[in-house]
């Protein structure tokens, strides 16, 4: 009798304990995450690199994470509107795309931002590295950068360049190339690559430059003319295209960078269960051969590295955005 008693509470606890373990309430309180689709936001208009670069890494992400990563474009204010929005985000499933702009520029050209690089996030994984390209019009009648800064003081101020805005990649690309060639042109900020280029293919700008994933289609179909790579070596791309350093400029080397960050109020498991989900897609094959075809490089860093590597870019580009003076639109 007594045995029987003892095996049916047993039974009573196990089937009791199989039913809370099984229940939503019991996944919930173990914090199981993701548990609904992540969105990762890109600070930039639809059509650029940042665009490439997280529909590529977001589609391998959510393979393996458990739940849909989906892109949502916020647009404006130099990508301080997105910054501000994932900063102050609770939900623990907004994540969102840093870049060389929001995280190594804007801390330098706002004299106050909505958020805080350092602060409010928490550095996940470096995704992607771009090379710059320059490009004009191909009415223009240059074939090279030499050409083009001989065109441009022959014709000083007459000439308009476009970038994504102001302290965009973009932007400190011709900027230091006006530094250093001592040339003078009208910057004409945007709000987004997108909207730059198809004014810059409709002749209403001459000039760019432009992170390579967004100009291979237009260089290949003669709608743009690349006069110079930012690389230290020739796109294997666009081999008969010298870069910046070739035509006189030596030591110049200019890309594009995009790494994922999280709210820093998100627990530590999420962050790194993030963290290895990011570098397990940006170092696999598919997205590897996604972005090389685009003339992408996929880093997929640890978080660690990341960090350093944000430190470092601000140190290089603070001094450089205090030469140029760089102001944000409406200052």
Request: aromatic share 8%; hydrophobic share 45%; net charge positive.
């Amino acid at each position: 009798m007594t045995s029987y008693s003892l095996s049916r509470r047993q039974l009573l606890v196990s089937s009791g304990a199989a039913a809370l373990t099984a229940s939503p309430l019991f996944v919930s309180a173990q914090g199981a995450w993701p548990a609904k689709p992540l969105r990762l936001v890109v600070p930039f208009a639809p059509g650029g690199s940042s665009e490439i670069v997280a529909r590529a890494v977001a589609g391998e992400m959510a393979k393996t994470i458990g739940q849909n990563v989906f892109v949502d474009n916020k647009p404006g204010a130099a990508g301080n509107i997105a910054m501000q929005e994932v900063a102050n985000s609770t939900d623990e499933h907004t994540l969102i795309l840093g870049h060389i702009g929001t995280l190594a520029v804007n801390p330098y050209i706002f004299p106050k931002l909505p958020y805080d690089a350092a602060r409010d996030f928490v550095p996940v994984s470096l995704l992607s590295k771009v090379p710059s390209l320059y490009v004009v019009h191909p009415d223009l009648p240059v074939k090279n950068l030499k050409e083009f800064v001989a065109y441009a003081k022959a014709k000083p101020g007459q000439l308009n360049y476009g970038s994504a805005g102001n302290g965009s990649a973009g932007h400190l690309a011709f900027e230091y190339v006006k530094m250093v060639s001592e040339t003078f042109m009208l910057h004409v900020p945007y709000r987004g690559t997108g909207p730059m280029l198809t004014d810059l293919m409709a002749g209403r700008l001459q000039a760019a430059s432009v992170g390579a994933p967004a100009l291979l289609p237009f260089i290949k179909a003669g709608k743009l003319r690349c006069i110079a790579t930012g690389t230290a070596q020739r796109l294997p791309q666009l081999p008969d295209v010298p870069t910046v350093a070739e035509q006189g400029y030596k030591g110049f080397e200019m890309t594009q960078w995009y790494g994922l960050l999280a709210p820093s109020k998100w627990p530590k498991a999420n962050i790194a269960k993030l963290e290895a989900e990011a570098v397990k897609a940006a170092r696999g094959s598919i997205v590897k051969e996604r972005l090389a075809n685009d003339t992408a490089l996929a880093v997929g860093s640890s978080a660690a590295e990341f960090d350093a590597f944000i430190k470092a870019e601000q140190a290089r580009w603070k001094p450089v955005i205090a030469r140029a003076q760089i102001k944000p639109e409406g200052a």
